[in-house]
């Protein structure tokens, strides 16, 4: 069975600072890995993802998150947060399958303070 | 293309009410496709997904069925709708690397 753990609900940053999403992820087969964002009322758009190839991936935005196999990991980073960037993020894993279905995190809500 | 549209995008249904929400896709025939379910604070829930025309599996058990009529329609629908059917109802289709979504429909249930 697959699982994504979110690690805090809430991440609050200024204006210009690192931002930092963790993402953890169980799974049994090699995972593909995304993360999504949500404005509100709004449905998810897909920032970046992870199938094979480099561990780095980079994404629409300025987001990028690096999948690290040893830790189970793909966080989540933006060097300098934007007011726009205000939102909830979802991590999601899938089995690299022909099985798609996606299995989300709970979320994280990014608050940017001014 | 690979448009998906959701309609409505809110509705207000009385406790045991009955429930119809639609999904059409557009693009590629034969597509999979998901009903997710995301409540108030909660992530989201994957309720149904159907792989073809009169195929659905369900995740969870709950007051809720999906139906797939036509290639490119999923609905789903309730008898009758319980406080615990509020949220908001995302539709998707998958394609290798990420699924694209519809916008979404917000349902009260009051």
């Known amino acids: 069975a697959q699982s994504v753990t979110q690690l805090g609900s809430h991440v609050s940053v200024s204006e210009g600072a690192l931002v930092l999403l963790r993402c953890n992820y169980s799974?049994?087969?090699?995972?593909?890995l995304f993360w999504y964002v949500q404005y509100p009322n709004q449905g998810l758009q897909l920032l970046l993802k992870?199938?094979?190839?480099?561990?780095l991936v980079k994404g629409i935005n300025g987001f990028e998150a690096e999948f690290k196999k040893s830790e189970t990991s793909f966080h989540l980073t933006k060097p300098s947060a934007h007011m726009s960037d205000a939102a909830e993020y979802f991590c999601?894993?899938?089995?690299?399958?022909?099985?798609?279905?996606?299995?989300f995190g709970s979320g994280t809500r990014l608050l940017v303070r001014p | 293309s690979q448009t998906i549209h959701q309609w409505p995008a809110t509705l207000v249904q009385p406790v045991g009410s009955p429930l119809s929400l639609e999904c059409t896709v557009e693009?590629?025939?034969?597509?999979?496709l998901y009903w997710y379910r995301q409540a108030a604070g909660r992530g989201l829930q994957l309720l149904f997904y159907?792989?073809?025309?009169?195929?659905i599996s369900s995740e969870v058990p709950q007051n809720l069925s999906a139906s797939r009529p036509q290639d490119r329609q999923f609905i789903l629908s309730s008898k009758k709708l319980l406080l615990s059917d509020s949220g908001f109802y995302l539709c998707?289709?998958?394609?290798?690397?990420?699924?694209?979504f519809g916008s979404g429909t917000r349902l009260t249930v009051v």
């Open positions: 799974s049994s087969v090699p995972p593909y």
């Open positions: 999601a894993v899938s089995r690299g399958d022909s099985s798609y279905k996606l299995i």
């Open positions: 998707a289709r998958d394609r290798r690397g990420g699924y694209t």
């Open positions: 992870y199938t094979t190839g480099a561990t």
């Open positions: 693009g590629t025939s034969n597509p999979n």
């Open positions: 159907s792989v073809g025309i009169g195929q």
